[in-house]
């Protein structure tokens, strides 16, 4: 497939054949998901059942929106969905979309009025530089901090997912999630691209007394 446009650099044709080449993309247009990434959530929950029982759900940067169009095709039981990102969410039936960062004093006390919550999902990405060890850095902080609100947010028995990279050491924070959780895996979906270096880290059953 050839692209043609000559603003366009070859690494950004490249990516484009790419995209307009992908299956996912293509199902995401036809079964009306707002990106790809909705079909990672799907295989992570058909592989774990992690939706079907959860009533109130965290989602970290959510933007555009298409984990929280799965959370609600598939919580059936869920009574609070809350969708999170510094950048804009297009509003979402049944979602309380919240432009703010998570970490932040404000949607801490948003939080409030819902606390606690049994699934906690995390599919943020940093804003990628180029230089391998600064973007991992920025993606094992994200995850770490993400691990951090998931321990103060969750109930009993509560589940957290995480996105991270393969591309450095992530042993502490592998570490920490034995510590309070029952079972952790790494799981790769089919729908995360074959280059990508991208994982999730799926934490189940957060222990009682543990942080």
């Given at each position: ?47 774990f059942?992690?939706l ?127 510590k ?12 995360s ?19």
């Amino acid at each position: 497939m050839k692209i043609k446009n000559k603003f366009l650099s070859e690494k950004s044709k490249k990516w484009l054949r790419r995209h307009l080449k992908d299956e996912f993309v293509r199902l995401s247009k036809e079964e009306q998901f707002r990106s790809r990434a909705a079909y990672k959530l799907i295989e992570i929950d058909n592989k774990f059942k992690i939706l079907g029982s959860s009533q109130s759900i965290v989602d970290l940067g959510g933007a555009p929106g298409s984990w929280a169009e799965v959370i609600k095709t598939r919580a059936k039981k869920a009574k609070i969905i809350i969708s999170v990102d510094l950048l804009d969410i297009e509003p979402l039936k049944d979602v309380k979309t919240v432009k703010d960062d998570f970490t932040s004093k404000s949607f801490d006390q948003f939080l409030d009025k819902h606390r606690p919550f049994d699934l906690i999902l995390s599919d943020i990405s940093p804003n990628l530089s180029g230089n391998k060890t600064a973007d991992f850095l920025q993606s094992q902080a994200l995850v770490e901090s993400a691990l951090e609100f998931a321990l103060s947010k969750l109930s009993a028995e509560g589940h957290f997912v995480a996105k991270y990279f393969r591309t450095g050491e992530m042993k502490d924070i592998f570490i920490k999630a034995k510590k309070n959780f029952e079972k952790i895996s790494s799981f790769k979906p089919v729908s995360s691209r074959k280059e990508s270096s991208e994982m999730y880290l799926i934490c189940l059953k957060k222990r009682k007394l543990l942080n």
